[in-house]
T-cell receptor, first 116, second 113 residues
Framework: GAVVSQHPSWVICKSGTSVKIECRSL??????MFWYRQFPKQSLMLMATSNEGSKATYEQGVEKDKFLINHASLTLSTLTVTSAHPEDSSFYICSARSASSYNEQFFGPGTRLTVL | QKEVEQDPGPLSVPEGAIVSLNCTYS??????FMWYRQYSRKGPELLMY????GNKEDGRFTAQVDKSSKYISLFIRDSQPSDSATYLC?????????????FGQGTILTVHP
């Protein structure tokens, strides 16, 4: 089946630093990748959608200068949380979709970010 | 009103019970319906996806869609402790939604031996 990996699986950083999270599709080409955020005991909230080679589309209320998304290749997308603050602490999950599977998104295992 | 409503539970059942999980929605544009299972501190895993109204069965899981009532269900037969997880319904509109999923809040299920 389609496999999506994320790195790192968890990260702890100091307030004010930037953190980069990688999302990779391991056995398929991901034309579209999605980034979600999930707070404890809450559902997934879509942050942005990125298509390979183009700028990401951010959901309302998500600061694009704070959450930088790059989808440079068909197998890699990165999310950089710039100048992280404690309120950015959350579980960040990516998903990927290939051109042939419009209806199916394959999720990564998630990255737990803790900002001190 | 949220586009997708799902009772967060928690739901606790004995091993072997039949579990019924439900979601309602308000957006008529939703055409595709999914159920995901999420274990603690893990990403969601796709269990079932359906397009049309009716039932779809896969092993112990049955997904049911009633578009006229805007209501979807997931049934788990012969539930096992390993089924303990959070179950999320998700919906996808057709057309130019670019695959944007809308999730329910998730129902926390515990199956005890």
């Amino acid at each position: 089946g389609a496999v999506v990996s994320q790195h790192p699986s968890w990260v702890i950083c100091k307030s004010g630093t930037s953190v980069k999270i990688e999302c990779r599709s391991l056995d398929f080409q991901a034309t579209t990748m999605f980034w979600y955020r999930q707070f404890p005991k809450q559902s997934l909230m879509l942050m942005a959608t990125s298509n390979e080679g183009s700028k990401a589309t951010y959901e309302q209320g998500v600061e694009k200068d704070k959450f930088l998304i790059n989808h440079a290749s068909l197998t890699l997308s990165t999310l950089t949380v710039t100048s992280a603050h404690p309120e950015d602490s959350s579980f960040y999950i990516c998903s990927a979709r290939s051109a042939s599977s419009y209806n199916e998104q394959f999720f990564g295992p998630g990255t737990r970010l803790t900002v001190l | 009103q949220k586009e997708v409503e799902q009772d967060p539970g928690p739901l606790s059942v004995p091993e072997g019970a039949i579990v019924s999980l439900n979601c309602t929605y308000s957006n008529s544009a939703f055409q595709y319906f999914m159920w995901y299972r999420q274990y603690s501190r893990k990403g969601p895993e796709l269990l079932m996806y359906t397009y049309s109204s009716g039932n779809k069965e896969d092993g112990r899981f049955t997904a049911q869609v009633d578009k006229s009532s805007k209501y979807i269900s997931l049934f788990i037969r012969d539930s096992q402790p390993s089924d303990s997880a959070t179950y999320l319904c998700a919906m996808l509109a057709g057309g130019t939604s670019y695959g944007k999923l809308t999730f329910g809040q998730g129902t926390i299920l515990t199956v005890h031996p």
